[in-house]
């Protein structure tokens, strides 16, 4: 039997990673920095979180980079989330520590969450070497802006409606309008609302919950929705100007994967201030042999 070559990461040791080892690729690095950060804060947190992160790194080769992070939820019937990554220059090393792990669970179907540029082939031929194959779930572009920028941010709330943090009663109708609750369970949108920031805009006079975003399991901005009746009238700038700014003065640096084909999603962050990164970043669930769509892993 191999031995392993990963070790859970001590959280003594996620400071050193994140801040050194994972800041010399910045903003390239905000996705896996901002997860391992998520994880932290959870774990931490005054409510505990019904998912659970697992966090692994090389110990005798922490300055490389290599890392691969999992988010399990309770929910049987979903898949676990895995975050992955490796400093420029260090792909080979990636590459057999993806191979010769044992810690993925191939067969059950994971899927690999905004996978940088520098490793996607790695991980679409990995995939394909289990026996398996690849379904691109989606390929996202990452836009973010600095945390000092987003702290000054401005903006005017109408006098019809008022701005106030997400609760628990408002979950139901969160996720009823989540597009991707195929892939992330309800309990996604329960932990986030308890243990990070999020917001809604409300009708001052029905207190009905109008649009709302916030600051999810990746540790980025997600879940931005505005109910259909009340589409066009800027609520969603509104919305992602107030999670944004509340993510800077909280010392976050506000991110936000958005499918490339949302071309409504990215003029919108655009117009707030969010720059772009230039590569994709695909989203790739794992499926048996015969899965249709699969990924060609020599694309674009």
């Known amino acids: 039997m191999r031995n392993e070559y990963l070790i859970e990461m001590p959280e003594d040791v996620t400071e050193y990673f994140c801040e050194v080892v994972l800041k010399r690729d910045w903003p390239n690095s905000i996705h896996v920095y901002h997860f391992i950060k998520n994880a932290i804060a959870w774990k931490r947190g005054q409510c505990t979180a019904l998912s659970c992160y697992k966090l692994f790194y090389l110990p005798d080769d922490i ?35 993806l191979i010769n792990t044992h810690l993925i669970k191939w067969r059950n179907k994971p899927l690999f969450q905004a996978i940088p540029s520098t490793i996607k082939n790695i991980v679409c031929t990995t995939i394909e070497e289990k026996g398996l194959k690849g379904k691109l779930y989606s390929n996202a572009v990452l836009k ?25 009663e408002n979950i139901e109708q969160i996720y009823s309008l989540w597009a991707h609750s195929d892939v992330y369970p309800k309990s996604d949108i329960w932990d986030t609302v308890r243990l990070n920031i999020g917001f809604g805009v409300f009708s001052r006079d029905s207190r009905e919950l109008l649009a709302w975003a916030m600051c999810g399991s990746y540790g980025g901005l997600s879940t931005l929705i505005v109910e259909p009746n009340y589409r066009g009238r800027g609520l969603g700038k509104l919305i992602v100007m107030a999670v944004t700014k509340e993510m800077g003065q909280s010392g976050i640096t506000p991110h936000a994967l958005i499918n490339m084909k949302n071309n409504l999603s990215l003029s919108l962050f655009k117009s707030v201030g969010y720059m772009k990164i230039p590569e994709k970043y695909p989203y790739i669930l794992v499926g048996d042999s015969d899965t249709s769509n699969s990924f060609d892993s020599s694309g674009p």
Do not use: H
């Open 63 to 97: 300055e490389n980079g290599t890392f691969i992070g999992f988010l399990s939820r309770p929910e049987k019937d979903y898949p676990e989330v895995i975050v992955t990554y490796t400093s420029p220059g260090n792909e080979e090393q990636f590459q057999r520590v």
């Open 144 to 168: 973010w802006i600095p945390a000092d920028t987003a702290a000054r941010l401005d903006y005017e709330v109408p006098s019809d409606v008022y701005i106030d943090q997400l609760a628990v």
